[in-house]
């Protein structure tokens, strides 16, 4: 049964950061492309990271270029986004994404970061 879990979400000021952690299982991790996305109310889901699966191959979203940190770590299945410099228009559930190599794409259930004063 795959599972992806997601967590490290919250509430934080502007200008701070957050931690998000994604806990894969019921696939082969390491060898699928593991990407983060985001969705405020109103809008359509939109990519923020993506990650190779060795991790050597990382891209961002252009408003969270320099702010944001995608990594993983395959011997804990785990992967991981850093968020810096976080703003209001960052607000959003945050969802984890797995494509293993056989095409197959899962979704995690989503965790909610509101970046508020």
């Known amino acids: 049964q795959v599972q992806l879990v997601e967590s490290g979400g919250g509430l934080v000021q502007p200008g701070g950061s957050l931690s998000l952690s994604c806990a894969a299982s019921g696939f082969t991790f390491s060898r699928s492309a593991m990407s983060w996305h985001r969705q405020a109310p109103g809008n359509e889901r939109e990519l923020v990271a993506v990650?190779?699966?060795?991790?050597?191959?990382?891209n961002y979203a252009d408003s969270v270029k320099g702010r944001f940190t995608i990594s993983r770590d395959n011997g804990k299945n785990t992967v991981y986004l850093q968020m810096n410099s976080l703003k209001p228009e960052d607000t959003a559930v945050y969802y984890c994404?797995?494509?293993?190599?056989?095409?197959?794409?899962?979704w995690g259930k989503g965790t909610l970061v509101t970046v508020s004063s």
């Open positions: 994404k797995a494509v293993t190599p056989y095409g197959s794409n899962y």
């Open positions: 990650i190779s699966y060795t991790g050597g191959s990382t």
